[in-house]
């Protein structure tokens, strides 16, 4: 008889977490601009720590989402620390929390991944011209919040397909 989920060892899990936030990481450095220098990449780390804190809240202490957006500062020649704040602001204001954690429902999670996005972009625009002592420039923080906010729908899909088939015992997690 195999072991339910709750049970075993969450080092696949663990990985898979590293793995995820690591190539959000990679995949938001990666050059992506268009024409006038327009960038349209989505915030990927951003779906990866919401999603994370929500599944496994126990993989997202608040260190790792400081560290995880101190690294996209660096990857991104972001002002140091813009990110880092930003993340650690919006998902500690705004993750699940409670015994069951995300809910099993989609748009519960959209409209908490919304209120997330926004808030984590107004830091960012904030804390960024600070850092730089002018007014940032709002059209690509709009246009990469803009773009999260369509992709994030697909991955919170197959995230919560994930876990029901997990739950079930289909599929080890």
């Known amino acids: 008889m195999r ?3 709750e049970r075993q060892t969450p080092y696949w899990a663990a990985a ?4 995820t936030v690591f ?18 990449m989505p915030t990927w780390p951003l779906i990866a720590i919401f999603l994370w804190a929500g599944l496994r809240p126990y993989f997202m202490p608040p260190i790792i989402v400081f560290s ?3 690294c996209q500062d660096l990857l991104t020649g972001a002002p140091m620390g813009v990110w880092a704040l930003a993340y650690l602001v ?10 069951d954690g995300m809910p099993r429902d989609l748009p519960p999670i959209l409209a908490r991944f919304a209120g997330t996005l926004v808030l984590a972009h107004a830091i ?5 011209s600070l850092a730089l002592g002018q007014l940032a420039d709002v059209r690509p ?13 697909l991955i919170a899909h197959l995230a919560l397909r994930r876990r029901r088939s997990s739950r079930t015992g289909f599929i080890g997690g």
Do not use: H, W
């Not at 959000?24 to 960038?39: C, E, K, S």
């Not at 960012?124 to 960024?128: F, I, K, P």
């Not at 923080?141 to 729908?153: C, D, G, R, V």
């Open 68 to 70: 995880i957006g101190l």
């Open 3 to 5: 072991k339910t989920s």
């Open 141 to 153: 923080l709009i246009i990469e919040a803009t773009a999260t906010m369509l992709m994030f729908p």
């Open 16 to 19: 898979a977490c590293a793995l």
């Open 90 to 99: 919006s998902i500690s204001a705004l993750r699940f929390r409670g015994e």
């Open 124 to 128: 960012a625009y904030g804390a960024g």
């Open 23 to 40: 190539l959000a990481l990679v995949v938001q450095a990666a050059p992506t601009q268009l024409i006038d220098g327009v960038n349209i």
